[in-house]
Antibody, heavy 119, light 107 residues
Framework: QVQLVESGGGLVKPGGSLRLSCAAS????????MTWIRQAPGKGLEWVSY???????TYADSVKGRFTISRDNAKNSLYLQMNSLRAEDTAVYYC?????????????WGQGTLVTVSS | DIQMTQSPSSLSASVGDRVTITCRAS??????LNWYQHSPGKAPKLLIY???SLQSGVPSRFSGSGSGTDFTLTINSLQPEDFATYYC?????????FGQGTRLDIK
C-alpha cells in the first residue's frame, strides 16, 4: 500500500538548520508531485512547498530563501532542507503525495515529524 | 494569495446528525477545492477532491458541492469517528491555501 514516513525532526536553536526526510513506498515515486505541509501548535494546516516530477519547485513566501525541497527518485525519498530556522517554524511537518499533474490534491499524508525551534 | 474562510470555526453535533461546513474563497477558484479530515494524532485524510468527487474508500455519507467561491461539505448521519477537524484547500493557484479549519465536537 502507499506509505509515507517522515523523519529528521527535533529540537534546534533559532538560526539553526535541519533536514527532513520522507521515505515513500507503494507507488511510482518519480511520477508524482510531492509536498510538505506543516501545522504549528494549535494552528491550522499551512502549505510549505512542493516539487514536481520534473523537479520544478514552489515555496510559500514564509519559507522562500530559507527552505529547499528536493527529491531522490532512486531512493524514493523527499527532503526538506531548513536553514535559518525561526521560532515560528515550530510545527509538525507532513509530507504528502500530490498528483501526476496539476491541479494538486494531497493523498496520502505521512504521520508527521515535529520540529521545535527554541533556545 | 487566495484566502479561504471556513464557517463555522467549531460546531457541536450528535451521532446521527447531519452537518454542513462552508468554505468561501476570496476569488473564484472554479471547482479546484478539496476537503480533508484531521483527527488528533493521525495523518490528515483526503475526503473530497474537485469540489464534489468522493475519494476512494471514503464513506458515502460525506459529500461536497459548490463552484466559484462558495463550497460546502456535508456529513450525513454522523458517526463517532467523524468527530475531527475539517479543512478546505484550494488548488487553483499557488500558494496553495487552506481554510482555518472547522472543529466538529460531540454534543
Amino acid at each position: 500500500q502507499v506509505q509515507l514516513v517522515e523523519s529528521g525532526g527535533g529540537l534546534v536553536k533559532p538560526g539553526g538548520s535541519l533536514r527532513l526526510s520522507c521515505a515513500a513506498s507503494g507507488f511510482t515515486f518519480s511520477d508524482y508531485y510531492m509536498t510538505w505541509i506543516r501545522q504549528a501548535p494549535g494552528k491550522g494546516l499551512e502549505w510549505v512547498s512542493y516539487i514536481s516530477s520534473s523537479d520544478t519547485t514552489t515555496y510559500a513566501d514564509s519559507v522562500k530563501g530559507r527552505f529547499t525541497i528536493s527529491r531522490d527518485n532512486a531512493k524514493n525519498s523527499l527532503y526538506l532542507q531548513m536553514n535559518s530556522l525561526r521560532a515560528e517554524d515550530t510545527a509538525v511537518y507532513y509530507c504528502a503525495r500530490g498528483r501526476t499533474v496539476v491541479p494538486n490534491w494531497f493523498d496520502p499524508w505521512g504521520q508527521g515529524t515535529l520540529v521545535t525551534v527554541s533556545s | 494569495d487566495i484566502q479561504m474562510t471556513q464557517s463555522p470555526s467549531s460546531l457541536s453535533a450528535s451521532v446521527g446528525d447531519r452537518v454542513t461546513i462552508t468554505c468561501r474563497a476570496s476569488q473564484s477558484i472554479s471547482s479546484y477545492l478539496n476537503w480533508y479530515q484531521h483527527s488528533p494524532g493521525k495523518a490528515p485524510k483526503l475526503l473530497i477532491y474537485s469540489a464534489s468527487s468522493l475519494q476512494s474508500g471514503v464513506p458515502s455519507r460525506f459529500s461536497g458541492s459548490g463552484s466559484g467561491t462558495d463550497f460546502t461539505l456535508t456529513i450525513n448521519s454522523l458517526q463517532p469517528e467523524d468527530f475531527a477537524t475539517y479543512y478546505c484547500q484550494q488548488s487553483y493557484s499557488t500558494p496553495i491555501t487552506f481554510g482555518q479549519g472547522t472543529r466538529l465536537d460531540i454534543k
